[in-house]
């Protein structure tokens, strides 16, 4: 687990920018969009609401947005720090696997190999985030030649609190899964991410958190686009192409 957590890091490390399709199942909600990665954070544009593509007037709203956002440089910022705290969140995290569980071998799956994993009492949470980790059991898989990871299906087997309680926590049955998939020799994407907690958190203040997003159609693109390239990319896609100029559902 110490070199898988090592090269997906390294992997992170590496500057590289994709562009991708992105479907979010938010509640009862699903968006359809084209995203793409530049130096500034990621730039997306959405194509569908609920598979119906975006009428005239919405349209409209996302060209004015975009434009918005390419002509405000403090928006660039908010969207390259909101990126960046993200993006070293997930980093902090990963870099505390090996030590926040124990892992047990547990046969194939495929070509990947399976472990199952639960929390290491000896575990000290160095943040409030990482709490979530002494809760949190399940399995992964592992891609053993190259060691990275390829799936965790993750669930919460106790209730995660946070200050005691009076902060917030998160209720027990929880789950979590992230599957990774290859997009070039030296480069893995996150293509699902699924999220089902519940809790409250500062008080009495109810969280519900159910969300569902997949990633495809991965394309490697350079890595010192702008805001305004990502935008003139985004708009030549065919696939945004023929939502705009032949409106079917997408499926």
């Known amino acids: 687990m110490k070199d898988v957590v090592a090269n997906e890091l390294t992997d992170r490390a590496e500057q590289s920018n994709w562009m991708y399709r ?13 995203e793409v990665e530049t130096s500034n954070g990621p730039v997306h544009r959405l194509l569908a609401i609920n598979d119906a593509p975006l009428d005239s007037a919405q349209e409209k709203q996302e060209t004015v947005r975009l434009e918005e956002l390419i002509r405000d440089p403090n928006q660039q910022l908010a969207v390259k720090k909101q ?23 547990d046969g194939w799956d495929g070509a990947y190999l399976r472990l199952d994993f639960r929390p290491d009492p000896a575990f000290v949470p160095p943040t409030m985030e990482s709490k979530a980790l002494q809760s949190m059991a399940g399995t992964m898989l592992v891609d053993p030649q190259q060691k990275r990871l ?8 106790e ?14 049955g929880g789950t979590f899964e992230i599957e990774r998939t290859q997009v070039s020799p030296s480069h893995w ?31 490697l693109v350079p890595k010192d686009l702008d805001v305004r390239q990502a935008e003139d990319l985004l708009q030549s896609r065919p696939d945004y192409q023929a939502i705009a100029v032949h409106p079917i559902p997408l499926r």
């Open 159 to 172: 209730n995660v609190n946070f200050g005691f309680g009076i902060l917030g926590r998160l209720a027990k």
């Open 150 to 157: 390829a799936h965790l299906n993750g669930r919460l087997v």
């Open 22 to 34: 992105v479907t979010k199942v938010i509640e009862q909600q699903t968006l359809t969009q084209l």
């Open 83 to 105: 990126y960046d705290a993200d993006e070293r969140r997930l980093q902090n995290l990963v870099r505390l696997l090996p030590s926040a569980f124990l892992f047990q071998y």
């Open 189 to 219: 994407k996150t293509h699902l991410v699924d999220i089902q907690v519940s809790g409250r958190m500062l008080l009495f203040k109810t969280i519900s958190k159910q969300q569902r997003e997949t990633r495809s159609d991965f394309e």
